[in-house]
């Protein structure tokens, strides 16, 4: 099945720094999503983007499909952002989920 | 609108015993999906629905764990009989289609807690 790595695994921001997370797939997908699961371990759905940039607020994301990767941009973090970000994708086969291991973030006032 | 509904919130159980869990997915979506999630780590796909079809059962350990969904809306997950390695935070997610499309983004509940003792 297709593999997902995501870094880095932790990331330790001060308030109002910026940070870029990586999402790296071994093959073709036909759909990426990007998750926040916050402390409480509630997913929220932040992009669905299988290829091109979109972006909400604070947050944007770009997947390039071709090269296998996706980015989420995260600017003037607040403490709020603190949590696990997951990246998804489903594969063009099969149509299997699988997420990543995820890139804690912690955000210091 | 309602969210992904799932309960119970918490479960405490000891092992060699039966548990289940219960999942109401945003009205109208019509891909369901049960989700294994151990600490530290990403969430695990265990089976996914297609209306009442299950697609893709490939990761449910089938020996002990059994998964329905009548009449394609509702779903419950059952383990029996619960093994300690069990223990986990079983999530239910749900889409509007399964094609790859816009509307295939998927939507979480908030989970249910399950330690086995």
């Known amino acids: 099945g297709i593999q997902v790595e995501q870094s880095p695994p932790d990331l330790i921001l001060q308030e109002g720094a910026n940070s870029t997370l990586r999402c790296n797939f071994s093959d073709s997908v036909n759909n990426l999503q990007w998750f926040h699961q916050n402390p409480w371990g509630q997913l929220i759905n932040l992009f669905y983007i299988p290829s091109g940039t979109k972006q909400n607020g604070r947050l944007s994301a770009t997947t390039v499909a071709t090269e296998r990767y996706s980015l989420l941009y995260i600017s003037s973090s607040q403490t709020t952002d603190s949590g696990v970000y997951f990246c998804?994708?489903?594969?063009?086969?099969?149509?299997?989920?699988?997420f990543g291991d995820g890139t804690t973030l912690t955000v210091k006032p | 609108e309602a969210g992904v509904v799932q309960s119970p919130r918490y479960k405490i159980i000891e092992k060699k015993q039966p548990v289940a869990f219960w999942c109401n997915p945003i009205s109208g979506h019509n891909t369901l999906y049960w989700y294994r999630q151990n600490l530290g780590q990403g969430p695990e796909l265990l089976i996914r629905?297609?209306?009442?079809?299950?697609?893709?059962d490939s990761q449910l350990p089938k020996d002990r764990f059994s998964a329905e969904r009548l009449k394609g809306v509702d779903s419950t997950l059952k383990i029996q009989p619960a093994e300690l390695g069990d223990s986990a935070v079983y999530l239910c997610?749900?889409?509007?289609?399964?094609?790859?499309?816009?509307?295939?983004?998927?939507?979480f509940g908030p989970g249910t807690r399950l330690t086995v003792l």
């Open positions: 997610a749900s889409s509007l289609e399964g094609a790859g499309q816009n509307t295939d983004t998927q939507y």
């Open positions: 629905y297609e209306n009442e079809e299950a697609v893709d």
């Open positions: 998804a994708v489903i594969g063009m086969d099969a149509g299997k989920s699988t």
